[in-house]
C-alpha cells in the first residue's frame, strides 16, 4: 500500500500506484469461435470466485444530444439474444434509452483480472419477463420499487420513507403488482470485447464483431 502525503500532488500519487496482471492468459485456443460460450465460462468462473456482486454491469447511455451518462445496474439474465438488466423506465438511463437505444456495458473482476465489454442496440423486454423477475424480488424490493420516483428530485429521505412505509403496510401479505414504467433492457450484442490483464500491461484482448448470424474474431493490440 502506498502512504497517503498529502504534501504530494494527487497527480504524483496516482501515478505510483502500480499493479501487474500475472493470473493468466488468453489464447486463440482459449477464444472459441463465437464469443457467449466463453460470456458463461467467465461469468460462472466469477460466480465461482465468490467475489462480491460478480454481476455487477456498469451501463453507459447517451441522450439525444450525445451526453453521456453510466451507472452500475445488476445484471439479471444473458443469453444469446444479449444482457439483460431490469430499473425504472422514467429514470435517467430510461429516458436516455427511449431517445437514444444504444449501450455500452461493462463487467469488470478485477480478482480475476477480467473484463468484458459490449456494445449494441436496447430494446425492452417482454412484460411476462419482467413480470416474472419482478415477483422473483423479495417483498422490500418490489415495494422500494412503487416508492421510489427514480432519478427525480424529492424533498428529503423521509419522503421516499413515509411512500415506502405507507405502501409497506398497504400491500403486506398481498400481491404487489409490477409498475407499469419498471421492467427489463437486454443489450443486444452487436461487439463484445474480452480483456485478460497481462504483464507488463502486455494485456490480451479478443474482439468479436456480429454481422447477421456469423461472428468475427479479431486479437486487438493491448
Not at 411476462?128 to 427514480?150: K, M, N, T, V, W
Not at 400481491?175 to 485478460?196: C, K, L
Request: glycine share 6%; aromatic share 10%.
Amino acid at each position: 500500500m502506498i502512504p497517503h502525503n498529502e504534501q504530494l500532488p494527487a497527480a504524483a500519487t496516482l501515478a505510483r500506484l502500480r499493479r501487474e496482471y500475472t493470473l493468466r492468459g488468453l489464447s486463440e485456443a482459449d477464444a472459441p469461435d463465437e464469443p457467449w460460450a466463453l460470456f458463461s465460462k467467465w461469468m460462472f468462473e466469477a460466480i465461482d470466485s465468490r467475489m462480491a456482486e460478480p454481476n455487477a454491469l456498469i451501463v453507459a447511455t447517451a441522450d439525444a444530444n450525445g451526453h453521456p451518462g453510466v451507472r452500475t445496474v445488476l445484471l439479471k439474465n444473458f443469453d444469446e439474444r444479449g444482457l439483460v438488466f431490469f430499473t425504472n423506465y422514467h429514470s435517467r438511463k430510461g429516458r436516455e434509452l427511449e431517445s437514444n437505444p444504444r449501450a455500452s456495458a461493462l463487467l469488470f473482476w478485477k480478482e480475476l483480472e477480467r473484463q468484458i465489454r459490449v456494445d449494441g442496440p436496447v430494446t425492452k423486454v417482454t412484460d411476462e419477463e419482467s413480470d416474472l423477475y419482478f415477483q422473483s424480488r423479495p417483498f422490500d424490493s418490489r415495494i422500494g420499487a412503487l416508492a421510489s420516483p427514480q432519478s427525480e428530485p424529492i424533498k428529503n429521505r423521509e419522503q421516499i420513507e413515509t411512500a415506502f412505509t405507507e405502501l409497506h403496510t398497504k400491500y403486506e401479505g398481498a400481491t404487489v403488482p409490477r409498475p407499469s414504467h419498471w421492467g427489463g433492457y437486454r443489450i443486444v450484442a452487436e461487439t463484445m470485447e474480452f480483456w485478460q490483464g497481462r504483464l507488463n500491461r502486455l494485456h490480451d484482448r479478443f474482439r468479436y464483431t456480429r454481422q447477421g448470424a456469423i461472428w468475427h474474431r479479431d486479437r486487438l493490440a493491448p
